[in-house]
């Protein structure tokens, strides 16, 4: 279990994501956005649109482990949810807008808990028992892997 002092910096980086995000896409063309420079990568609409898939799936798994007895956590095909049609489109500003949104959220709650909540956990199919520090921990490396992910479908583009 992590300490409040290691916690803390985590739920400020996911706090901060959000800006980091949209400083990053912000002035690109549609062009830019929905191209596919590197095969088998997605594009930078791609990336942004399954943030906000992935980091909502997040915080409701965070909720059901806080709030029930070691929940099943619902496993789902991100790479399917990146091809529906919202997924793939150059507007961005709904998905930008529920990423600030949540995570402001998020991290406003994880603030509030005390450390015996931190120590709840959950079941996930796919990959064993989840904690509350685990998936603080995972989504702000996850957020962070988009933003480098981002960065490389960029210099791809030239």
Known sequence: ?????????????????????????????????????????????????????????????FKLILLEHEPTLKPYNQDDWAETADAVSPDLEVSLGIVRGLHTRWSDLMRTLADDQWRRKGFHPENGDVTLDGLLQSYVRHGEGHLAQIRTVLAALG
Request: a negative charge; zero cysteines.
């Open 1 to 61: 279990m992590l300490t409040a002092d290691e916690r803390n910096p985590l739920i400020q980086r996911l706090r901060d994501f959000p800006d980091q995000l949209r400083a990053l896409v912000a002035d690109l063309s549609a062009e830019a956005l929905t191209a596919r420079p590197i095969p088998q990568e997605w594009s930078v609409a791609q990336n942004v649109h399954h943030v906000a898939d992935s980091h909502m799936n997040a915080y409701i798994r």
